[in-house]
Nanobody, 123 residues
Framework: QVHLVESGGGSVEAGASLRLSCVFSGQSFGQYDMAWFRQVPGKEREFVGA???????LYADSVKGRFTISRDNDKSTMYLQMSSLTPDDTAVYYC?????????????????WGQGTQVTVSS
């Protein structure tokens, strides 16, 4: 059974940086496309960025140039390095494993999710 566990969230001031981690427990992590999403109460889950099995990355326009996704297949871990954080980045951040097809941007394309980690950015 595959489990995804996020960590690294916290409360920071605007302009700060944070690095989130997502540990994948299971086999064949390196074969999966992975992604980060975020969600605030009352809103739909929002695509942040993704990294495919060959380490190509894709980002939402709102985070492009500020966030960087990477993966370490030996550690079965994906990272989200966030910099120049603003209050608009406040959300619960989730990592997800892509099911194998469908749009990278849609939560419906992902079949496994972590429990989420809260990021709060104050002004």
């Amino acid at each position: 059974q595959v489990h995804l566990v996020e960590s690294g969230g916290g409360s920071v001031e605007a302009g700060a940086s944070l690095r989130l981690s997502c540990v994948f427990s299971g086999q064949s992590f390196g074969q999966y496309d992975m992604a980060w999403f975020r969600q605030v109460p009352g809103k739909e889950r929002e695509f942040v960025g993704a990294i495919n099995w060959s380490k190509r990355t894709l980002y939402a326009d709102s985070v492009k140039g500020r966030f960087t996704i990477s993966r370490d297949n030996d550690k079965s871990t994906m990272y989200l390095q966030m910099s120049s954080l603003t209050p608009d980045d406040t959300a619960v951040y989730y990592c997800a494993q892509r099911a194998g097809s469908g749009s990278f941007f849609s939560p419906n394309s992902y079949n496994r999710w972590g429990q989420g980690t809260q990021v709060t950015v104050s002004s």
